[in-house]
């Protein structure tokens, strides 16, 4: 069963997002699991959108989080990262309609 990607946003009864567990618990397994999380949750969806560049600006951003070893740095790095992506979402969402009902009116001979 999938979930869809904005459960992710969604806080427990503690006010913790689910990520945060991953990335204040660092095991290997953890990290594992954030890197394919973040992998499908970000770099998946900016693919999906065609945005390659700014794919390239997570990249190195997501594998700095990933290699940090400072809890409190770790976590400050994960917030900039999804910060930097709702930003994105925000700027990218009415080109990525545009484009939407650009194939739509080609579909239908328009």
């Not at 400050?76 to 939407?100: D, G, K």
């Amino acid at each position: 069963y999938r979930f869809p990607y904005y459960v992710l946003g969604w806080k427990d009864a503690n006010g913790k997002l689910a990520m945060e567990y991953l990335v204040t618990n660092w095991t290997q397994e953890n990290k594992l699991l954030l890197q394919t999380t973040l992998q499908k949750w970000m770099f998946c969806r900016l693919e999906r959108w065609c945005t390659k560049p700014w794919r390239s600006v997570m990249i190195p951003f997501v594998n700095t989080l990933l290699a940090e070893d400072d809890k409190d740095r770790r976590m400050t790095l994960f917030y900039e990262a999804c910060s930097a992506f709702a930003q994105y979402e925000t700027m990218a969402a009415p080109s990525i309609l545009e484009m939407a009902l650009w194939k739509e009116k080609l579909k239908s001979g328009w």
